[in-house]
């Protein structure tokens, strides 16, 4: 087991512009329970280790890589399928707070569109997996929220069902295109149990309010925000206050 603890140094968590990759990635990415027995190593490695560090600096999260330790996957059974060859995974620590959940699912998410643009496969770990055994360091005050397994799948997975874009949220005459835009990227989003419990509204003053319901609500809504920025792009509309 190989675990690497980084939060200290300071990077810019876009990576030199990668952009436009993170979007490609919201379409390529699918949940992969089966995994092969290739290590993560190399470049590979270099990029996630430095990417895992930029969102902690950002978010002031203790996000945590742990390799070659499959413990925490084994010796349940799953309601969604079992873990086979699960042995990598980021570890979502963070102080526990109000702010807790949201901020680990806007930072995991982003995390999980660039293990995708690595060549990398993920899926979202929230209750089929044993807590206790999960090698992470938790400081005073701090919390493991939930996990996020990662390497190399033996498929890419298979895309979800999704809701129209119309009933998961609400627009007052016709929808801009770089709303639209948004909300294609939020529709595939991963949420707890395929739910899409969440709402955006385009206010008036054209700013949008997010909000989130169901399982893992708030973990949910940090999800389905971070694609929707990417879709929408980074300029031209804010978030209300």
């Known amino acids: 087991m190989t675990k690497h603890n980084l939060r200290t140094t300071k990077h810019n968590f876009d990576q030199g512009g990668i952009f436009t990759e993170l979007c490609e990635a919201i379409d390529a990415r699918h949940s992969v329970r089966a995994y092969t027995e290739r290590p993560i190593e190399g470049e590979v490695l270099e990029r996630l280790l430095a990417s895992v560090t930029a969102a902690n600096a950002e978010s002031g999260l203790h996000i945590q ?24 995974y980021l570890a979502l620590v963070g102080k526990d707070d109000a702010n807790l959940a949201e ?27 044993s807590k206790r055994k999960v090698q992470a360091e938790i400081d005073a005050g701090e919390k493991l929220l939930l996990v996020i397994a990662l390497g190399y799948g033996q498929t890419e997975g298979a895309p979800h069902k999704s809701k129209p874009i119309e009933a998961l949220c609400k627009v007052s005459g016709e929808m801009p295109d770089w709303f639209r835009r ?6 595939k989003a991963p949420t707890a ?20 319901g169901g399982s893992w609500g708030k973990i949910n809504l940090g999800i ?11 300029d031209g509309w804010r978030w209300a206050e």
Do not use: H
């Open 182 to 187: 948004g909300m294609e990227a939020a529709q």
């Open 193 to 212: 149990m395929n739910q899409q419990k969440f709402r955006f509204t385009l206010n008036a003053d054209g700013s949008v309010t997010a909000s989130s």
């Open 224 to 234: 389905v925000k971070c694609n929707f920025e990417l879709g929408a792009g980074k």
């Open 65 to 88: 890589l742990v390799r070659d330790d499959g413990e925490p996957f084994g010796g349940l059974i799953p309601k969604y399928g079992k873990f086979v060859n699960a042995r990598n």
């Open 103 to 129: 901020k680990c699912g806007y930072y995991g998410q982003k995390l999980v569109l660039i293990a995708q643009t690595l060549g990398l496969n993920t899926c979202w770990v929230a209750g089929t997996y």
